[in-house]
């Protein structure tokens, strides 16, 4: 049955929903657990080692911590399989280019998930060797994230918090046109069923972005510390 599902187009975009969402609600966990920046240094190391005894004592330490990985990865590879096939199979359906090609919303639209999409993997590459392994942080203390999220963006390493918004900023735009193409599949194709999903991923993708952006911007600026 999954099988099947997975083999036909409809399928494809239904593994690109369930993962997305999957990934989404992910984000606004770990957006929302960023926030405990701004109550102090206790709070969020106590928070991200209390993330590693979810699940105990029912599971061993740190397990809880791992499924989600698995899961996470497994949902990663899934959508940028689908969304592969997807794009072959319609650049298949028209092997001759139109003639006279002007630039549709549609192709745009689709070149800025590309691109965002590679943006936002080649990211997180760099964000688990930095905030995670801490390999790439200048402190790099695993029981002390506070202190390696404060090294990461202090003042003096503007680029690295400069690198962290464009890709903040870059899945702020992946995230509306996803968010508004799983609505508008969803939803009433009709001019005021199609204004609500693009106020609404809008207003999603923004509210993220700015809880992410928050806190690089907010050490950088030196308002924690
Ligand atoms: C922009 C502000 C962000 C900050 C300050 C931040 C901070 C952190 C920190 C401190 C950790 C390590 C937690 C720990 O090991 O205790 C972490 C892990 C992680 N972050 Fe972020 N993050 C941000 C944005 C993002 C974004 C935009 C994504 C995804 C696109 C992301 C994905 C992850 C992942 C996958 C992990 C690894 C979780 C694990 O250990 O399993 N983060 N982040």
Not at 204 to 211: D, T
Request: charged content about 15%; overall charge positive; proline content about 4%.
């Amino acid at each position: 049955m999954v099988l099947l599902a997975t083999r036909s187009t409809v399928g494809k975009k239904a593994v690109m929903a369930v993962t997305g969402i999957v990934l989404v609600l992910f984000l606004v966990a770990h957006m929302l657990g960023n926030l405990k920046v701004f109550v102090g240094a206790e709070s969020f190391d106590h928070y991200a080692h209390w993330l590693r005894t979810i699940g105990t004592p029912v599971l061993p330490e740190s397990w809880y911590l791992w499924i989600q990985r698995l899961v996470l990865t497994a949902c990663v590879v899934a959508h940028i399989w689908a969304a592969t096939v997807l794009a072959m199979r319609a650049r298949r359906a028209r092997p001759v280019r139109y003639a006279h090609r002007r630039p549709v919303q549609g192709s745009y639209a689709a070149r800025t998930m590309r691109w965002g999409g590679v943006i936002i993997a080649l990211f997180v590459v760099y964000h688990i060797l930095d905030l995670t392994t801490g390999h790439l942080n200048p402190v790099g203390d695993r029981e002390h994230p506070y202190g390696n999220v404060l090294a990461d963006f202090a003042p003096e390493r503007w680029y690295v918090t400069l690198f962290y918004v464009l890709a903040v900023v870059s899945l702020g735009f992946h995230l509306r046109h996803g968010l508004f193409s799983a609505l508008r599949t969803l939803g009433q194709r009709t001019t005021t069923g199609e204004r609500r999903a693009r106020a609404a991923s809008l207003g999603f993708a923004v509210a993220l972005c700015a809880g992410f952006l928050s806190v690089p911007l907010a050490v950088t600026l030196g308002l924690v510390n």
